[in-house]
């Protein structure tokens, strides 16, 4: 696994009053879905445990789904900047490398401008190596991710920034972690992510978050290939469709927690 250094002091965890979650709909919590068809999602698991027992905790998520890096620079970076969070994480730049046609230099250079803004205005910005869906997919953009996931490590160093590394877990790389989209986690990747950043942050540990799933046999191939066409039809089809129009998943929604509000009254997931 990728090793990323220590840095001699992780914040005091009961010291974070505030927490920003910045990104795309890996941060906004697709497709950990609740019961009521909204998303919870790594970030809004690691606010409630961050948060718990104390009335004075305050969160905000401003991740929408299928935004570039520019767009989070831009809209979401000036934000979270003017919050002045505790805890800010920014997660971005992976559907920018998913793209047929991807500047990653240029990707990078608004990751550290963004990252150049945030980090002397909180106490800890974390940053993500995020992980990739086992498969063809991951194997012909692996070689940009790694190129922005190295640059990742260099801005982190750089700034003051702690590095959760996600992308060698072998837990998050079996498609069992993967929802029917292959692009998004389960629920229980949400929550072995959280545990991730979580441990990252010097939070004792509660399980072996990297840890790979039980071997399982290889379901029937007739079985295998049904789910491919489900996949075609109801996720690839649609994504093609809005890529071939310039359209996005996310045009036009708002995030879903856009100002800094206190967690203590609401009910936990």
């Not at 070689?143 to 590095?163: C, K, N, S």
């Not at 379901?219 to 295998?224: D, L, M, N, Q, V």
Request: aromatic content about 6%.
């Amino acid at each position: 696994m990728h090793e990323t250094a220590d840095l001699p002091d992780l914040p005091d965890l009961r010291a974070i009053k505030s927490f920003v979650a910045l990104g795309d709909s890996f941060t906004e919590g697709m497709s950990d879905a609740l019961p009521d068809g909204t998303y919870r999602g790594w970030a809004d698991r690691l606010a409630r445990r961050l948060g718990e027992g104390r009335e004075d905790f305050q969160y905000a998520n401003l991740a929408v789904r299928g935004k570039l890096m520019r767009q989070i620079a831009d809209d979401q970076v000036p934000v979270a900047e003017a919050m002045g969070a505790d805890l800010v994480t920014l997660v971005g730049g992976l559907n920018d490398v998913l793209r047929p046609r991807c500047d990653v230099p240029a990707v990078c250079a608004l990751l550290e401008r963004s990252v150049a803004r945030l980090a002397p205005n909180c106490r800890q910005l974390v940053l993500m190596r995020t992980p990739g869906r086992n498969g063809p997919v991951l194997e012909r953009y692996r070689p940009r991710m790694e190129q922005l996931y190295t640059v990742i490590d260099e801005i982190a160093e750089r700034h003051g920034a702690l590095v959760v590394d996600l992308y060698a877990a072998p837990s998050l790389i079996d498609p069992r972690m993967w929802a029917d989209d292959r692009l998004h986690l389960t629920s229980d990747g949400h929550r072995r992510v959280a545990e991730a950043v979580w441990q990252r942050l010097g939070g004792e540990p509660t399980f072996a978050w990297e840890e790979p799933l039980p071997a399982t046999a290889p379901g029937r191939w007739y079985a295998r290939r049904a789910a491919d066409l489900r996949f075609a039809r109801r996720h690839l089809l649609p994504w093609i469709g809005r890529r071939l129009t310039g359209r996005s998943s996310g045009d036009g929604r708002l995030a879903k927690r856009p100002d800094l509000t206190p967690l203590a009254w609401e009910k936990g997931p």
